[in-house]
């Protein structure tokens, strides 16, 4: 019989091809699902490159609901000297089946980072990483997946969108203030008068007390306001930290008297100025 000449057979290819047969009779001829899934995993773990083998197995294994055999399989099969597209493909698949079948989110997320180390562009990859490590709150996994997918990135709006992401775990998830000025001025580098990245920076200097840096982040918020209130309000603060934090009264007067010219009754101002102009 086939079943007879399939194990008796030197030839791999001819092999294969002699289980698919066995399989396809037992499945369509006998209805035997799982004797057939068995040849077909027998088939698969003899060639896992055969397309056919694969897909009969699959269509098998979700008849069957045989998810751990499956996972198995992959895993054998995953271990092998295979082309480096059949490698990521296998590697998704044994991904999908332990988090979407298994519940296995650990394994999951084992297979996609071989995935993403087999092919560093996989970006599909690396997506997946990300939903698995939110699911997680691995803070510290997330931020390495944002930082490659910034490398990876060759859109500028979707790169800025991106390192908002990385800052926003830096300074809420991991409390890494100084790694989020680092990144918000990454941002600027890119996109100088990116008002989100600006008042962030005005937060975050203003929190670590880094009075230089809030004078000059002041300055651009100042610059990329429209709002004359806002401007009045902002250059209020920055004169204040002009004359208070870095004792720097004439670049002082050069704030206060502006804000004059736009509200010529200006309490803050007019007293700053004259106790300025007074000493």
């Not at 897909?55 to 895993?75: H, K, P, R, T």
């Not at 991991?174 to 920076?201: G, M, P, S």
């Not at 918020?221 to 204040?240: C, F, T, V």
């Amino acid at each position: 019989c086939l079943q007879i000449q399939a194990d008796a057979s030197a030839d791999e290819t001819a092999r294969v091809n002699l289980l698919l047969r066995v399989g396809a009779i037992q499945a369509q001829a006998m209805g035997d699902t799982a004797g057939a899934m068995t040849v077909y995993a027998n088939a698969f773990k003899a060639d896992p490159r055969n397309e056919s083998a694969r897909e009969a197995l699959e269509n098998l294994v979700s008849i069957e609901g045989a998810w751990e055999m499956f996972a198995e399989l992959l895993e054998e099969a995953t271990v092998k000297d295979l082309p480096v597209e059949l490698l990521t493909e296998l590697l998704s698949k044994l991904a999908i089946a332990y988090d979407t079948r298994l519940s296995q989110a650990d394994k999951a997320i084992a297979a996609w980072q071989r995935a993403s180390e087999v092919d560093a562009s996989n970006i599909a990859a690396l997506d997946a990483l990300d939903a698995l490590y939110q699911r997680a709150e691995r803070w510290a996994d997330l931020l390495e997946v944002y930082t490659r997918k910034v490398a990876l990135c060759e859109e500028s709006e979707m790169r800025q969108h991106i390192r908002f992401q990385i800052a926003y775990l830096q300074e809420e998830m991991l409390q890494q203030r100084a790694e989020a000025i680092t990144t918000y001025n990454e941002i600027l580098a890119d996109e100088e008068h990116n008002v989100k990245a600006i008042v962030a920076l005005d937060r975050l200097y203003l929190a670590s007390e880094s009075w230089p840096e809030l004078a000059e982040i002041l300055e651009r918020e100042i610059a990329a306001s429209g709002d004359a209130n806002e401007q009045i309000a902002l250059s209020l603060r920055l004169g204040e930290v002009r004359l208070q934090k870095l004792d720097h009264a004439e670049a002082a007067v050069g704030i206060f008297q502006p804000v004059l010219g736009i509200d010529p009754g200006n309490a803050v101002a007019i007293a700053s100025l004259e106790s300025l102009l007074g000493q």
